[in-house]
């Protein structure tokens, strides 16, 4: 007889074909990077503590996370440090990813930079800052589309594999149709996607897509940069070195909370909190692999990893699901 699975920890999901077996609840480490403005621009997630920070890490490990995104931008390379601390502490053997291609030049505005020489030059301060000599996952972060379709980016990364330094490569994005060119390009392992109850519209192409040619789909920002936490209100004022605070001006976050406000059913007596109901809803596609939310207390993991556990959707509830998704299309639809 086999014995029932453990649930305490999060079920293991190959991600694509890269033989990586990864928790399907991971840790998005952007938050921890630090809250940072550069040239009048916030770029994080508001102020951390990195004590704290690795504290989340230890708890995230603790529980059975396997695999942390992270990119040498988050935080000028902060958040990668982080990382390979909490490396040497941690009880099981840990996927790490990262990303490359925006450049952090303070005081100076971002830029982006996928010329071959760079990507060698950051991988290697890649490595450095995490503790490895191996990146799991090499991904391109957020290329605009004729970075995607050259094919000296790809023979890069190639070399990069075989010298040892990566063992996969993949690419973040924000528009799906970036990343259904990356598959027509037919090089990349991995997409990193804007997947949430918000934001559906990789269900449209890219995920039957992806299934088909055996291409991990990582659902990145799966709590709608924590509005389907349900912890904040309509008043709520983010901080200045937080990027939301541009993102989600008053009358913006008033919009995004009613559209939130459709799924509180999902969290009413079910034994889910929203944010574990939302982890939930990210992983029903057949090519996700994980969901990467952001992590920056040892509580937030808890309740993130939590999902693993949580109870699945009824068949009425994913009806309702659909049928609260096609009144947001109506409402979004009505004439301004």
């Known amino acids: 007889m086999e014995s029932a699975p453990d649930l305490s920890v999060p079920r293991r999901r190959p991600l694509g074909q890269t033989g990586l077996k990864v928790g399907e609840v991971a840790f998005g480490a952007w938050a921890i990077?630090?809250?940072?403005?550069?040239?009048?621009?916030?770029?994080?997630?508001?102020?951390?503590?990195?004590?704290?920070?690795?504290?989340?890490?230890?708890?995230?490990?603790?529980?059975?996370?396997n695999f942390v995104d992270t990119a040498d931008a988050y935080g000028a390379g902060h958040s990668e440090t982080l990382v390979g601390?909490?490396?040497?502490?941690?009880?099981?053997?840990?996927?790490?990813?990262?990303?490359?291609?925006?450049?952090?030049?303070?005081?100076?505005?971002?830029?982006k930079n996928f010329a071959p020489e760079y990507i060698r030059r950051a991988c290697?301060?890649?490595?450095?800052?995490?503790?490895?000599?191996?990146?799991?996952?090499?991904?391109?972060?957020?290329?605009?589309?004729?970075?995607?379709?050259?094919?000296?980016?790809?023979?890069?990364?190639?070399a990069l594999k075989d010298q040892g330094k990566i063992a996969h490569y993949g690419i973040s994005i924000g528009a799906a149709e970036e990343g259904l060119r990356a598959i027509e390009v037919g090089?990349?392992?991995?997409?990193?996607?804007?997947?949430?109850?918000?934001?559906?519209?990789p269900e449209e192409k890219l995920f039957e897509?992806?299934?088909?040619?055996?291409?991990?789909?990582?659902?990145?920002?799966?709590l709608a940069s924590g509005l389907l936490t349900g912890k904040y209100g309509p008043g709520h004022v983010f901080e200045s070195n937080d990027h939301r605070r541009n993102k989600y001006p008053p009358d913006k976050l008033a919009a995004a909370l009613q559209r939130v406000a459709r799924y509180r059913f999902l969290a009413e007596g079910t034994g889910r909190t929203l944010a574990q109901a939302a982890l939930k809803f990210a992983l029903l596609p057949?090519?996700?692999?994980?969901?990467i939310p952001?992590?920056?207390?040892?509580?937030?993991?808890?309740?993130?990893?939590?999902?693993?556990?949580?109870?699945?959707?009824?068949?009425?509830?994913?009806?309702?699901?659909?049928?609260?998704?096609q009144e947001e299309l109506k409402e979004l639809a009505k004439p301004e």
């Open 187 to 201: 090089e990349v392992e991995t997409i990193q996607v804007v997947y949430n109850l918000l934001e559906r519209s």
């Open 286 to 291: 057949k090519p996700v692999a994980c969901v």
């Open 294 to 325: 952001g992590g920056k207390t040892a509580k937030q993991v808890a309740e993130n990893v939590g999902a693993a556990a949580a109870p699945d959707f009824t068949e009425a509830e994913r009806e309702a699901i659909e049928q609260a998704r």
């Open 85 to 111: 601390r909490a490396l040497k502490q941690s009880p099981l053997r840990v996927h790490v990813a990262t990303k490359v291609g925006n450049v952090r030049r303070d005081p100076e505005p971002p830029a």
């Open 124 to 158: 290697d301060r890649s490595l450095h800052r995490l503790g490895v000599t191996c990146i799991d996952l090499y991904q391109l972060h957020n290329p605009p589309m004729d970075v995607i379709e050259n094919r000296e980016t790809w023979a890069t990364l190639r």
């Open 33 to 65: 990077g630090g809250g940072t403005v550069l040239n009048g621009r916030p770029l994080g997630f508001g102020s951390v503590d990195d004590e704290e920070s690795l504290a989340a890490l230890a708890k995230a490990f603790a529980l059975g996370v």
């Open 209 to 222: 897509s992806a299934d088909r040619h055996g291409v991990g789909i990582i659902a990145r920002v799966p």
